[in-house]
Every structure is written in structure tokens, then in C-alpha cells.
């Protein structure tokens, strides 16, 4: 099966991305299934121009033949045309790969990528703890082979009031909850990034409480908007978008979406992240995407789009309020920022 679909879903993924795509490990592998995947793209994308060979071709040649690793090329998988559930087109791979936040390697977000570079991120594992009936410790390539990988086209909106549309591809967190099963005490998913000083110099800076920690509710944490990222465009994550495996929290500011994660712990308080313990009075642990709470030393009332001129207006719960919004009724969203 080169296409596959997810069974279950409590939110049907046309809702969130008319113009998405299933991809298994398998159709993104091989150059036969990518031509076959092209074909399945065409037909469940309608607004989506497939006709030019273009596509196909750089579909087959960003995936080479079997044997060899070519989801680890940088070459992107660009679907022309395609643009998420808004509209709104998807910011270049170019811009996505280029322009990031990752302070254990720099605070320069032009410079990340490059710092980031050689870091390892083979073999991986990730560690499903805490209080949970079912602990493990996963490598990353039983992740990948385990959870059928599907495209996701999120906005990702920083923080700093810049954002991005982004293609990931990975797997809802949910899954792989169910699979920990949590036990009834844990309320709470703490979040951690590699400690490894050794190659991520960042890690040395004592302005910090290495390694990055962030957290989430568990009812947070099982929406089907919840993402572990295993790639984007198609192709695996590189260093400096969170390699091997990272968080994507689409409703949230950016920060909350922790990269090259090792261990997910089920846990009865909340946890306090990196970001609360530099800042509690800017940074809470909620961090949901607001226009009408401001920063204290700036307005999130509009943000800039990565590649476009001029801003736009921020949208509640970064567009994600049909999805998302009952999961804080009866909270007041700007004591609990
Ligand atoms: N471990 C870790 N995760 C992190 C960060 C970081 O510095 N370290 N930065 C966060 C911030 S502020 C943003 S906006 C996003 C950026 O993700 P991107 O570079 O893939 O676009 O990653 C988040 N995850
Ligand atoms: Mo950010």
C-alpha cells in the first residue's frame, strides 16, 4: 500500500489541509511509488496542478532509486500550487531551511543552519516515560516505519511576530500516547531536547537552563492537530529544523514546538519550561497565539509572512480556533498566557 490513510481521526485532516497528502515511509523511499504517489496526489488534490511533468520529475528525483538514502537529500518535494486550508501559499524550503530559531547552536537565525549542519542525529531514540503503563524507548526508525507519515501543512507563527507555512510530515502525537497509555495521575507531557553540549555550543551559554524543556496538557497534547515532525517537504528533517524528530504545536507560538527531541514524560504537574524559567513575566505555558494579549514589550496584533512584504493580521489560536478553542473554554486567555 503506497498511500495510506489514517484510520481513525476525531477531526477529518480535509478540514485542516483540503490539499493534503498521505505519504507512508515506502512512497517517499522509492522512485516507482513516488511516481505512483504522484498519480494518488493528482487525485485527492484537486485544486492542486499535477499536469505538468515538472512535478513528477522532481518528485522522482528528489527520491532516486532504492538502496540508497535519498530522504536524506535537501532536495524538497515542491507540489506547485499548493498552499494550506487559508490559501495562503507555503513558504519556500529555501526560507523554512534557512531561517530558524535554535538556540543550542546560535541566536542568529540566519546562522543556525549552517552551525547545525554536522550535527549527529544517527541513532536517535526517544525515551516514553514517566506515568504511563507502557514505557519504551523508540529509535527513530521504528517511529518513522510504525506511524504512517502524513503531510500536515501548518502555519507556524513565532513568537517574535514572524511566521511561516510549513509541509511537515510526521505523526500525531496521540499515537503514540495511546500506545504509552498514560495512567490516570498524569496530566501533563514534559518535553526534552537533546543535552549535548559537545555539538551544540549554544548549550554552553549560562543564560540558559539546558537542556530545552517544554510542555503540554495531555488533553493538549492528544488533539489530532499535534504533530511529531519527522520531515518536511517531503523529505527528512535537517539539523536545524529539529533532526530526527521535533514538536509541531500549530496553534501555539513557535517556541512550544521543541526540536530533536529525546524524552516525552507523562507527569501530574505542569511542567516549566526553558522559557518560563528565563521569563515567566513574557513567556507562560500556554503560549496560544492571541492578537488581543500582547507581549509585554511588543504587540501580537500582526505578523510579518517569511517571504511576503508587509503584515498581516494574527489570528486567534493562529487560525487553529475551530479545532482548538474548546480545549480553554472558561479560561481566561490572558492570566493564562
Ligand atoms: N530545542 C529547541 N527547540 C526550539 C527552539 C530552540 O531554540 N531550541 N526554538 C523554537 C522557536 S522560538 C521557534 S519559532 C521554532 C522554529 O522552528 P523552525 O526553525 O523549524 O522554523 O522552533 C522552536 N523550537
Ligand atoms: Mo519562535
Keep these: 500500500m503506497l498511500i495510506k490513510k489514517r484510520s481513525h481521526t476525531d477531526i477529518p485532516s480535509s478540514e485542516i489541509t483540503p490539499e493534503h497528502i498521505y505519504l507512508s515511509r515506502r512512497a517517499f523511499m522509492t522512485g516507482a511509488a513516488a511516481v505512483a504517489g504522484a498519480a494518488a496526489l493528482a487525485a485527492c488534490a484537486p485544486?492542486?496542478?499535477?499536469?505538468?511533468?515538472?512535478?513528477?520529475?522532481?518528485?522522482?528525483?528528489?527520491t532516486a532509486e532504492p538502496g540508497t538514502t535519498p530522504v536524506a537529500s535537501p532536495t524538497p518535494v515542491v507540489i506547485p500550487g499548493q498552499t494550506d486550508e487559508l490559501g495562503?501559499?507555503?513558504?519556500?524550503?529555501?526560507?523554512?531551511?534557512?531561517?530558524?530559531?535554535?538556540?543550542?547552536?546560535?541566536?542568529?537565525?540566519?546562522?543556525?543552519?549552517?552551525?547545525?549542519?554536522?550535527?549527529?542525529?544517527?541513532?536517535?531514540?526517544?525515551?516514553?516515560?514517566?506515568?504511563?503503563?507502557?514505557?519504551?524507548?523508540?529509535?527513530?526508525?521504528?517511529?518513522?516505519?510504525?506511524?504512517d507519515q502524513e503531510e500536515r501543512i501548518y502555519r507556524l507563527r513565532c513568537v517574535e511576530g514572524w511566521s511561516m507555512v510549513i509541509p511537515w510530515l510526521g505523526f500525531p502525537l496521540a499515537a503514540l500516547l495511546a500506545e504509552a497509555e498514560p495512567t490516570a495521575d498524569a496530566q501533563y507531557v514534559r518535553f526534552e531536547t537533546i543535552h549535548d553540549p559537545a555539538n551544540m555550543p549554544g548549550q554552553n551559554s549560562p543564560f540558559f537552563r539546558w537542556p530545552y524543556v517544554e510542555g503540554l496538557r495531555l488533553d493538549e497534547a492528544m488533539n489530532d492537530l499535534t504533530l511529531m515532525a519527522t520531515g518536511l517537504y517531503g523529505k527528512e528533517l535537517l539539523p536545524q529544523n529539529g533532526a530526527p524528530l521535533r514538536l509541531v504545536v500549530p496553534w501555539k507560538y513557535g517556541f512550544k514546538s521543541i526540536k530533536s527531541?529525546?524524552?516525552?514524560?507523562?507527569?501530574?504537574?505542569?511542567?516549566?519550561?526553558?522559557?518560563?524559567?528565563?521569563a515567566s513575566n513574557e513567556?507562560?505555558?500556554?503560549?496560544?497565539?492571541?492578537?488581543?494579549?500582547?507581549?509585554?514589550?511588543w504587540s501580537q496584533?500582526?505578523?510579518?509572512?517569511?517571504?511576503?512584504?508587509?503584515?498581516r493580521p494574527t489570528l486567534l489560536f493562529n487560525g487553529?480556533?475551530?479545532?482548538?478553542?474548546?480545549?480553554?473554554?472558561?479560561m481566561d486567555l490572558a492570566a493564562n498566557f
Design 320 to 330: 487553529y480556533e475551530e479545532q482548538v478553542a474548546a480545549l480553554y473554554a472558561g
Design 261 to 278: 527531541i529525546v524524552k516525552i514524560e507523562l507527569v501530574s504537574e505542569m511542567p516549566e519550561s526553558l522559557w518560563m524559567a528565563a
Design 88 to 147: 495562503d501559499p507555503l513558504t519556500s524550503f529555501e526560507d523554512v531551511t534557512n531561517y530558524n530559531n535554535f538556540y543550542e547552536f546560535t541566536t542568529s537565525k540566519e546562522a543556525v543552519a549552517a552551525k547545525a549542519q554536522d550535527f549527529p542525529i544517527a541513532p536517535w531514540h526517544v525515551a516514553v516515560t514517566g506515568l504511563v503503563r507502557n514505557p519504551g524507548s523508540y529509535a527513530i526508525e521504528s517511529l518513522r516505519t510504525k506511524y
Design 47 to 62: 485544486k492542486t496542478d499535477l499536469s505538468g511533468a515538472s512535478s513528477v520529475a522532481q518528485l522522482q528525483e528528489a
Design 283 to 297: 513567556y507562560g505555558f500556554y503560549a496560544n497565539v492571541n492578537p488581543e494579549v500582547d507581549h509585554p514589550r
Design 301 to 311: 496584533a500582526s505578523e510579518r509572512r517569511i517571504g511576503d512584504g508587509g503584515r
